[in-house]
């Protein structure tokens, strides 16, 4: 058993030890905390990334609160969980999407939700096939330091080569609009 797989289980084992122990009954009243919403927000995205069915319930009753809050994290986690069934959460890739909008928008500008729109525009799923948007929202990505950088990067430098000259020309001047009007910090 690899190290990773150690960790997985030992983590997993935790949150169930825990949720018997009749402490996760007082979980969303613990959230209110900024320490306590980061823990909420990583115990919820641990039960999505186990394994099997039985995490999805769970998951949702502690990330949707904060998604509700405007946590953008959890918002993108949700958009995750309803579009590849992640903890066994019912696949509904329109709610996946409007997770992605809210994580990736005005309100979360979250980078790596915004890389999941554009894949979202990319491949019409939840939402019309639209490879304009899908550049936009990826090129917005692709400008941000992270782990999902590089994915960006090859995402936009895909979707620029399906643009026509006048759709690219459109692309860049949408773009700009968004950095500048849309997603400018008050």
């Known amino acids: 058993m690899s190290i990773k797989t150690k960790c997985q289980c030992g983590v997993f084992a935790t949150l169930m030890l825990f949720s018997m122990s009749g402490w996760s009954s007082d979980f ?26 039985s995490g999805s319930a ?16 959890a918002q993108l986690w ?14 509904d890739t329109r709610k996946s999407f409007q997770y992605f909008q809210e994580a990736g928008g005005r309100e979360g500008m979250n980078p790596e939700a915004q890389l999941e729109l554009g894949r979202a525009y990319m491949k019409g799923e939840g939402t019309d096939r639209n490879l304009i948007a899908a550049y936009m929202w990826t090129a917005l990505s692709a400008d941000k330091q992270g782990s999902w950088t590089s994915d960006a990067i090859v995402q936009r430098d895909d979707l620029l080569n399906r643009l026509t000259p006048a759709q690219r020309e459109k692309a860049g001047e949408l773009v700009e609009q968004l950095r500048s009007i849309y997603l400018k910090q008050p």
């Open 58 to 73: 769970k998951a949702a009753s502690l990330l949707q609160p904060l998604a509700d809050e405007g946590n953008s994290r």
């Open 78 to 91: 949700l958009g995750r969980a309803y579009r590849d069934g992640l903890g066994g959460m019912e696949k």
């Open 28 to 53: 969303e009243k613990q959230a209110d905390s900024s320490e306590s919403g980061a823990s909420v927000l990583e115990a919820g995205i641990t039960l999505l990334k186990s394994p099997g069915r």
